[in-house]
Every structure is written in structure tokens, then in C-alpha cells.
T-cell receptor, first 114, second 115 residues
């Protein structure tokens, strides 16, 4: 049962434009959300996160928005750069769990073209 | 400082065989988690270890086992390999298990192919 869903397997954006990657979740116990970026032949690297007590978190070109009522979050990249081309994973953790288990979506392949 | 390291990088095994994958966490990190990423899917949680103790496991059969050593490195073992075990196996480390839900650092993974 996929508790974190990324329904767009791919996204193509021109350099300089905004990239918006979406993520939905079903488990109301999720209270912390993370975005990871993954290049081929490398492990996922942490990008940005947000706690459920916030609705927005910014870090440079990256902003994550959280809509708890809709169980939806999005990652905005502005401006997009060719080096941003990678697979982006949305992940969530469960406040009711004693484990550091992360639940991942299937990922979205972002391609930024010049 | 070295990040999370995993070995081997790639591995090809035959159905029914056994495999051992290795992981060294970031220096000072005591918690290690293992994930399986099948092609086209996101990483799926297999185990978390802390101070050599298993803290929990995901929905994986008993063919999957792991252990953690006194230096906090870890091994993932898979017995009686099936074709469906072909995947990228990722190891992640964190300072302690309570921090793992906020920050996990992943290694490059071991690509296992079962033929």
C-alpha cells in the first residue's frame, strides 16, 4: 500500500523556469516530510524538509509547501538549472513510530533543458 | 570525512544463492537502516539497527537478515535469492535512531542482479 504518492513520473522544464514537483500522502500520522534528490549511480541526498507544524520552508532556490488538510506537499525550484536534473523522492516519517523509518514515493524524474 | 560507504557496488547472483552486502556508516553514527529500491519504485524500508540491536523491520520475509558490528558497520544477508530480489540496496546512517526520522544519510547503494 503506497502511503506516499508521486503521481508524475517525469517533468520537463526549461532552464530558468519554475519546477513544481508534487507529492500526496494518505497516513495522517505522518508529521515530517523530506525531499531527496538522486543522481544515477549515487544514493539519495537530502534536499529540504518540513515539519507538519509549518506550511512552508525555504532554502535558497528550493521551497517546500505543505497543505495538511489536502495531505499534499510540493517542492518548488526557482530558477531551475540543468544541474537540477535528477530523480526527486518525497519521503515521510510517522510520529507514532519509534523507528527512523522513512516512507518514500516512487520519485519524479526532473529534466531541465537549456 | 567519508560518507556512508557500501560494498560491493554491483553483484550478480543466481536464484537460490545467498548474498551479503556491507555498509559502513558515517563516522560517529550509530544507527544504520537498510532500504530496497526496485526499479521504478521508491526505497522500501527493510531494517533499522542501533547499538547492534535490531529496532525494527519492514514487510520483508525471513530470508532477509542483518546485523550490526561493534564498529557500527552492518551487513545485510539475503538467503535463497529470488528474481524479485533484484534491486538497489541502500544503506542509511544517522546519529541516533531518534534522529533518523529527521535526517538519514544514504550510501551509493549495491546493485544486486539475480539471474
Amino acid at each position: 500500500d503506497q502511503q506516499v504518492k508521486q503521481n508524475s513520473p517525469s517533468l520537463s522544464v526549461q532552464e530558468g523556469r519554475i519546477s513544481i514537483l508534487n507529492c500526496d500522502y494518505t497516513n495522517s500520522m505522518f508529521d515530517y516530510f523530506l525531499w531527496y534528490k538522486k543522481y544515477p549511480a549515487e544514493g539519495p541526498t537530502f534536499l529540504i524538509s518540513i515539519s507538519s507544524i509549518k506550511d512552508k520552508n525555504e532554502d535558497g532556490r528550493f521551497t517546500v509547501f505543505l497543505n495538511k488538510s489536502a495531505k499534499h506537499l510540493s517542492l518548488h525550484i526557482v530558477p531551475s538549472q540543468p544541474g537540477d536534473s535528477a530523480v526527486y523522492f518525497c519521503a515521510a516519517s510517522d510520529r507514532g513510530s519509534t523507528l527512523g523509518r522513512l516512507y518514500f514515493g516512487r520519485g519524479t524524474q526532473l529534466t531541465v533543458w537549456p | 570525512d567519508a560518507g556512508v560507504t557500501q560494498s560491493p557496488t554491483h553483484l550478480i547472483k543466481t536464484r537460490g544463492q545467498h548474498v551479503t552486502l556491507r555498509c559502513s556508516p558515517i563516522s560517529g553514527h550509530k544507527s544504520v537502516s537498510w532500504y530496497q529500491q526496485v526499479l521504478g519504485q521508491g526505497p522500501q524500508f527493510i531494517f533499522q539497527y542501533y547499538e547492534k540491536e535490531e529496532r525494527g523491520r519492514g514487510n520483508f520475509p525471513d530470508r532477509f537478515s542483518a546485523r550490526q558490528f561493534p564498529n557500527y558497520s552492518s551487513e545485510l544477508n539475503v538467503n535463497a535469492l529470488l528474481l524479485g530480489d533484484s534491486a538497489l540496496y541502500l544503506c542509511a546512517s544517522s546519529g541516533d535512531p531518534d534522529r533518523a526520522r529527521y535526517e538519514q544519510y544514504f550510501g551509493p547503494g549495491t546493485r544486486l542482479t539475480v539471474t
